[in-house]
């Protein structure tokens, strides 16, 4: 059973043109996270939310937005992609407890043309 | 300053052979948890085992097991009998209690297993 569902899985944009990636969870966790990876890179987090409260990681381009409209739900917008934007997008999820893993979804891979 | 380190960038093992991986730690906090994650070349992050810092047995789940030296702040994920199906990336990483619910993660292992 997924718990952690990214969609799209890849995703081609163009070069400036604003793209959306979701992602959205099934295990009611009150954190959740955006990674960007890039090839044999470790996960950079973007942003985290825990419940509504947003939490911007300081070195988060502007260029990088994101949304968490409710439990279940939250969005990655990147409003003008450029050619070193392109990567792995991890979402994740946590119960919010130190003592606890990180749920990953499968990644969107984010292709910029 | 908290922080992950593996300074293996790549391993090679031979199948049915158990394999070390290192990965060292640093914080001032006395409550913290360590992970390890499995990311193959499809992209999913796979978690495999967790240890906390008041723990005092080593972790262990299946083939894996993880030795923890808490006074070397080490927690080196130990793999018995490897497959082929292991061949992936490796990371390491840590939570605070303090640590506003961020996971701090290490650079990472390549790990392939030989046939």
């Known amino acids: 059973d997924a718990m952690v569902i990214q969609n799209p899985r890849y995703q081609v944009t163009q070069f400036g043109k604003p793209v959306t990636l979701s992602c959205s969870q099934t295990?009611?966790?009150?954190?959740m996270y955006w990674y960007q990876q890039k090839s044999s890179q470790a996960p950079k987090l973007l942003f985290h939310?825990?419940?509504?409260?947003?939490?911007n990681e300081a070195d988060t381009p502007d260029n990088f937005q994101s949304r968490r409209p409710n439990t279940s739900f939250c969005f990655l917008d990147i409003r003008s992609p450029g050619l070193g934007d392109a990567a792995m997008y991890l979402c994740?999820?946590?119960?919010?407890?130190?003592?606890?893993?990180?749920?990953f979804g499968p990644g969107t891979r984010l292709t910029v043309t | 300053a908290q922080k992950i380190t593996q300074t293996q960038p790549g391993m090679f093992v031979q199948e049915k052979e158990a394999v070390t991986l290192d990965c060292t730690y640093d914080?001032?906090?006395?409550?913290?948890?360590l992970f390890w994650y499995k990311q193959p070349s499809s992209g999913e992050m796979i978690f495999l085992i967790y240890?906390?810092?008041?723990?005092?047995q080593n972790a262990t789940e299946g083939r894996y097991s993880l030795n923890f030296q808490k006074a070397r702040k080490s927690a080196n994920l130990v793999i018995s009998a490897s497959q082929l199906g292991d061949s992936a990336m490796y990371f390491c990483a840590m939570s605070l209690r303090k640590g506003t619910y961020k996971y701090i993660f290490g650079t990472g292992t390549r790990l392939k297993v030989l046939a």
């Open positions: 240890q906390g810092s008041y723990d005092e």
């Open positions: 994740a999820t946590s119960r919010g407890d130190y003592s606890y893993e990180q749920y």
């Open positions: 939310y825990y419940d509504k409260d947003f939490n």
């Open positions: 914080t001032s906090d006395q409550s913290y948890g």
């Open positions: 295990l009611n966790h009150n954190v």
